[in-house]
C-alpha cells in the first residue's frame, strides 16, 4: 500500500487538494483533459473546499461521481448536493462536464444512463475513493454481490446503510483509473485500517493504484506516521 499519514484532517484535506490540482494540471498537458471522479463522505468533502481556492483550468475538467444514492434531486442525502456546496458551486465549471448520476429515477434507470454516458471517458485520471467503518466504498459493501459485478456502473438494491438503493461505479471502472486516492481519517476508522494492513480484502482494498491518505488518529499503530 501506498500510505501518506498527517497530523489532522486539515493537512490531510490541503495536501490531498494539492496532490489532485497538480494531477489534473499533468493530465491537461498531456492530454487535454482531465476527468476526476468525485466522493462523499467528510473528507472529501474538506479536500473539495481546500480544492476550489487552488489555480485548476476548470474548463478542461469533467466531473464524475462514484455513486450516487437514489434520492430525489437536492436531497441532503445526495452526494452530488455535497458537491454542489463543497467545490461545483464556487468554480467556473460549465455544468455540460458535470456528468451527475440519475439515481432520482431508480437504481436501474440510473445505471444505465450513467454507463451510456461514462462512453466518453474510457479512463478516469483521478478516482476519489472514501472508506465506511465496515470497508466499502462508493457502493461497494462487503459480501454483496456488487462485489463481482464486472458492469461499468450498476444498481444497487440492497445496501446495508440507508437508503438501500444507489448506483455505483464498478471496479471495472476503479481499477482502470490512472490513480486512485482514498480519503480516511478519525478513530472511527481505525479497527477497519488495521484490518486492511493485516491482509484482509475488504471492498476499498480491492481497489488498484491507489494512494491512501489518512490522519493520525486513522492510521494508528498500523501505519506510522
Not at 481546500?50 to 437514489?70: M, N, P, Q, T, Y
Not at 476503479?174 to 486516492?181: D, E, M, P, Y
Not at 494492513?197 to 491507489?210: C, D, F, I, Q, T
Request: net charge negative; aromatic share 6%; hydrophobic share 45%.
Amino acid at each position: 500500500m501506498k500510505t501518506r499519514v498527517f497530523a489532522d484532517t486539515g493537512e490531510l484535506a490541503r495536501e490531498a487538494a494539492e496532490w489532485t490540482a497538480r494531477a489534473c494540471a499533468e493530465a491537461i498537458a498531456a492530454r487535454g483533459v482531465f476527468h476526476l471522479v468525485l466522493a462523499g463522505g467528510t473528507s472529501p468533502k474538506l479536500c473539495y473546499q481546500a480544492l476550489r481556492d487552488l489555480d485548476v483550468d476548470w474548463s478542461k475538467v469533467h466531473i464524475w461521481f462514484g455513486d450516487e444514492r437514489c434520492v430525489p434531486l437536492g436531497h441532503e442525502d445526495r452526494n452530488d448536493r455535497m458537491a454542489d456546496e463543497a467545490l461545483l458551486s464556487h468554480i467556473p465549471i460549465p455544468a455540460s462536464k458535470i456528468h451527475r448520476m440519475a439515481a432520482e429515477l431508480g437504481p436501474d434507470e440510473g445505471a444505465a444512463l450513467y454507463a451510456a454516458e461514462l462512453a466518453v471517458a474510457p479512463v478516469m485520471d483521478v478516482v476519489h475513493l472514501g472508506m465506511g467503518e465496515d470497508g466499502h466504498t462508493c457502493s461497494l459493501f462487503p459480501g454483496k454481490p456488487a462485489l463481482s459485478d464486472e458492469r461499468l456502473v450498476f444498481g444497487v438494491i440492497d445496501s446495508p446503510k440507508p437508503p438501500p438503493e444507489r448506483v455505483t461505479l464498478g471496479y471495472t471502472v476503479l481499477n482502470k483509473a490512472r490513480a486512485a486516492l482514498v480519503l480516511t481519517a478519525g478513530k472511527g476508522k481505525r479497527d477497519v485500517l488495521a484490518r486492511i494492513a493485516a491482509g484482509e480484502s475488504l471492498p476499498v482494498a480491492r481497489v488498484n493504484n491507489a494512494i491512501w491518505y489518512m490522519d493520525q488518529d486513522a492510521a494508528g499503530d498500523a501505519f506510522p506516521a
